[in-house]
C-alpha cells in the first residue's frame, strides 16, 4: 500500500493525489513541500496489524514516533488503536498529546534519565525495555522513590557476536572497524541472562518483557533464553518484543560496493541492477516470524506478541514535492539541482535510491537518465541517481516517493528553513500539517 494507489493524471497531464493537483498544491504551499496520505497511512497500519493479527492471537502493533512525530500523524493512528514505542522525553510529551495514554506506551533506548523516567512512570507507561545495568539500578530507585512498581523487559543484543548467523557476520565484521557500535545497545547473550537474574532482585522492579531489535533472527534469539529463564529462575514472558525493521519496499538502500559494480556493468554494456528486486510481503514476514515463535514456544504460556514498525507504516504515505532549480551537464551525467536534498531526507550511511516522477509531466516517457541532487554544499546530498525520466527543465515539479518515514522528524535547518507539511485525505481534502520556517524563525530562539 501507499500513495501511489491513489495517484492519478488530471486533463493537463499533472500528478494528481485523490483528485488533488499536486503541482497547483506547489504553487499553493511552496516548494519543498511534504505531501501526506492519510489513506495510505491507515491503509499500511491495518495491513500490518492484520497480517500479523490472522496468525498469532495476541498482537501488540506499537508505531515509532521517532520514524514521523508529527502531531497529526500521532494521533491518526492513536485513534485506530496503535500503541506508542518512543524512545525519549519528546518522543512521550507527543504521544501523550496525540492521545496516547500510557498504558498503551512501551518506552526503548539506551538514554533515560531521571526526569524522564519520573514523568514516564507518572504518566502510567506500560513498559520500559531496559538496557544496562546502570539503567536497572536507577529505575529501581526512582521507582522506589516513587512508590510504584515498574514493569520492565530486558532487551538482548545478539548482532554484537559474529558468530550469532551468516547474515551478520559481514556486519559485525565491519562493524568491528568503527567500534562495535552497535554494542551499545542491550545486553549481549552473555550478559542477558545475568540481567534478568539482577532485575528480578530488585524489589522495584516487575520483570515482565523481553525484547531484541531488528525483528529478523529474533526468535533464535530470545526463545531459547525465555526457555533457561523459565527452567532456571521460574520467570514466564509476558510481553515478546522483536522490535522492528520491517521493510516497505518504497526506498532502495546501496552502498559503495553497488555503486561501484553498478558503474563497472554500465561500462561493460550491462543493465544497472541498483534498483533491488522487491522485498517480501508483510503477510509473509508475519506468517514466517509468527511460525518461528510457535516452533519454539515449547510448555511455555504464548505471550503477547510486541512489535514495532514505523518505517513501514509512515515511509509509503509520504511524498516529497521539489522543484528544478536548473539543469547541467557535466561528468558525462545531466545533473537536475532542485530546492530540497538531504536536509529534508537525511541518510543512515547507505544511499538511499527513490523512484522519481515529473509531476507536471506524469504521462511522458522515461527516455532520459538523470542525476537528483539537492542545493547542499556537499557531494552526496541526491535524492536519486540515474533516474529515468522525460526531460526535465528549469522549473518542473519532481514527485519524490517513499518520504514518509525519517523525514519531518529528522530534517535540519542546514542552509535552508524547514518546508510545509500537508495531510490530504480520500475526500480530496487539505489539511497543513506543519507551517513553513521563515529565517526568524529560524533565528527566534538566538540570543546576541
Known amino acids: 500500500m501507499g500513495v501511489k494507489e491513489h495517484l492519478g493524471v488530471n486533463g493537463v497531464n499533472h500528478l494528481t493525489l485523490h483528485g488533488v493537483d499536486l503541482v497547483g498544491l506547489c504553487e499553493k504551499f511552496g ?31 506499537c508505531y515509532s514516533v521517532k520514524t514521523n512525530n508529527n502531531l497529526a500523524v500521532c494521533k491518526i493512528l492513536s485513534e485506530k488503536g496503535a500503541y506508542a514505542e518512543v524512545s525519549s522525553g519528546l518522543d512521550l510529551h507527543i504521544a501523550l498529546k496525540a492521545g496516547f495514554s500510557g498504558e498503551h506506551i512501551i518506552f526503548d533506548g539506551p538514554f533515560k534519565p531521571e526526569e524522564t523516567l519520573r514523568k514516564a512512570i507518572e504518566e502510567g507507561v506500560l513498559l520500559f525495555n531496559v538496557e ?10 526512582v521507582a522506589g522513590k ?19 548467523s551468516k547474515y551478520f557476520r559481514l556486519t559485525n565484521l565491519i562493524n568491528a572497524a568503527y567500534c562495535n557500535l552497535d554494542s551499545r545497545f542491550g545486553f549481549s547473550l552473555d550478559e542477558a541472562f545475568e540481567a534478568f537474574r539482577k532485575a528480578l532482585k530488585l524489589e522495584n522492579l516487575s520483570v515482565e518483557g523481553i525484547m531484541t531489535h531488528p525483528y529478523r533472527g529474533a526468535p533464535r534469539v530470545l526463545l531459547p533464553l525465555m526457555h533457561r529463564l523459565y527452567e532456571e529462575l521460574g520467570v514466564e514472558i509476558k510481553y515478546l518484543n522483536i522490535g522492528g525493521g520491517f521493510n516497505p519496499g518504497d526506498v532502495h538502500f546501496v552502498g559503495s560496493k553497488e555503486l561501484i559494480f553498478d558503474f563497472i556493468k554500465r561500462k561493460v554494456g550491462l543493465k544497472s541492477t541498483l534498483i533491488k528486486e522487491s522485498v517480501p510481503d508483510i503477510e509473509s514476514v508475519a506468517k514466517s516470524v509468527v511460525d518461528e515463535i510457535k516452533l519454539s514456544l515449547g510448555n511455555l504460556k504464548e505471550p503477547i506478541l510486541v512489535v514495532e514498525p514505523g518505517r513501514f507504516i509512515i515511509s509509503s504515505a509520504g511524498i516529497l514535492l521539489v522543484r528544478v532549480d536548473h539543469v547541467k551537464n557535466a561528468g558525462g551525467y545531466k545533473w537536475a539541482v ?4 538531504t536536509n529534508l531526507l537525511p541518510r543512515f550511511g547507505a544511499e538511499e535510491l527513490r523512484k522519481v516522477v515529473v509531476a507536471n ?14 542545493p547542499l554544499l556537499y557531494p552526496n546530498d541526491f535524492i536519486t541517481l540515474k533516474a529515468p525520466l522525460p526531460k526535465i527543465c528549469e522549473g518542473d515539479i519532481l514527485a519524490v516517493f517513499g518520504c514518509g518515514a525519517y523525514t519531518l522528524s529528522r530534517a535540519n535547518q542546514f542552509l535552508y528553513p524547514r518546508p510545509s507539511a500537508v495531510l490530504l485525505n480520500a475526500d480530496g481534502g487539505v489539511k497543513v500539517l506543519r507551517e513553513r520556517e521563515t529565517y526568524e524563525d ?7
Not at 501526506?36 to 497480517?51: P, Q
Open 132 to 141: 544496562s545495568f546502570v539503567e536497572l539500578e536507577r529505575m529501581d530507585k
Open 338 to 341: 532542485v530546492d530540497g536534498g
Open 31 to 61: 516548494t519543498p513541500l511534504f505531501v501526506f496520505d492519510e489513506a495510505s497511512l491507515v491503509e499500511n497500519f491495518e495491513r500490518f496489524k492484520k497480517a500479523f493479527e490472522s496468525v498469532y492471537p495476541k498482537v501488540m502493533v
Open 146 to 164: 516513587m512508590g510504584v512498581k515498574q514493569a520492565i523487559g530486558i532487551r538482548v543484543n545478539p548482532f554484537r557476536d559474529p558468530g550469532f
Open 361 to 374: 509531466k506524469a504521462s511522458e516517457d522515461s527516455n532520459e537518465e538523470f542525476n537528483i541532487v539537492g
Open 442 to 448: 529560524f533565528l527566534s530562539k538566538d540570543v546576541v
